[in-house]
């Protein structure tokens, strides 16, 4: 079945250092990739997504793309800040052609926990 | 726009009780989804509800259900509660089935 495998950390950086978090993933078909943030006590907050190969989702300064090739969509931050100190999510989810198309449930992987120190 | 709110947000009951817990989604979506976390297990996907029908289901037993009304908000009932029940319940929203997710904040269960 699709699969998720990201580092779980915790991961702890220097406020400004850059951050890299690996994500790579197994999906029959072709999966649409998200990257969710989740803040203490929150539920999930999308942070970005790529719907295809060579695609770049970016948002407040994170960027990930979708490499097919190696099946991997690695988010980065050129420089992090201590509110960014969070759990982040990698994702994704497969069109199906149940019903007229529409996607599985999203399929996550373990979620790492990034601490920035000041 | 509002997001998506979950009622109630932490919810406490004990073994073998039901419960039953609510979402209601962004305004104009019609697809919610329903997914656990917990510190085991992660994340997992239990079902979606588009136009008051079930289309997809996770590995769950069937003690765990749910429904879709025409306002399309969505209720999940989990029956005979068991401690490893205990988890947030997420609750994400999209206009139609394959859309990006948004999700609440989640309620959070605890089986004694």
């Not at chain 2, 997992?44 to 069937?62: D, V």
């Not at chain 2, 908000?73 to 490893?84: C, D, K």
């Amino acid at each position: 079945g699709d699969s998720v495998t990201q580092m779980e950390g915790p991961v702890t950086l220097s406020e400004e250092a850059f951050l890299t978090i690996n994500c790579t993933y197994t999906a029959t078909g072709y999966p649409s990739l998200f990257w969710y943030v989740q803040y203490p006590g929150e539920g999930l907050q999308l942070l970005l997504k790529a719907t295809k190969a060579d695609d770049k989702g970016s948002n407040k300064g994170f960027e990930a793309t979708y490499r097919k090739e190696t099946t991997s969509f690695h988010l980065e931050k050129g420089s992090v800040q201590v509110s960014d100190s969070a759990v982040y999510f990698c994702a994704l989810s497969v069109r199906n052609g149940y019903s007229g198309g529409g996607a599985d449930g999203l399929t996550f992987g373990k979620g790492t926990h990034l601490i920035i120190q000041p | 726009k509002a997001g998506v709110t979950q009622t109630p947000r932490y919810l406490i009951k004990t073994r073998g009780q039901q419960v039953t817990l609510s979402c209601s989604p962004i305004s104009g979506h019609r697809s919610v989804s329903w997914y656990q976390q917990t510190p085991g297990q992660g994340l997992q996907f239990l079902f979606e509800y588009f136009s008051e029908t079930q289309r997809n289901k996770g590995n769950f037993p069937g003690r765990f259900s749910g429904r879709q009304f025409s306002n399309s908000r969505s209720e999940m009932n989990v029956s005979t509660l068991e401690l490893g029940d205990s988890a947030l319940y997420l609750c994400a929203s999209t206009r139609t089935p394959g859309e990006t997710q948004y999700f609440g904040p989640g309620t959070r269960l605890l089986v004694l």
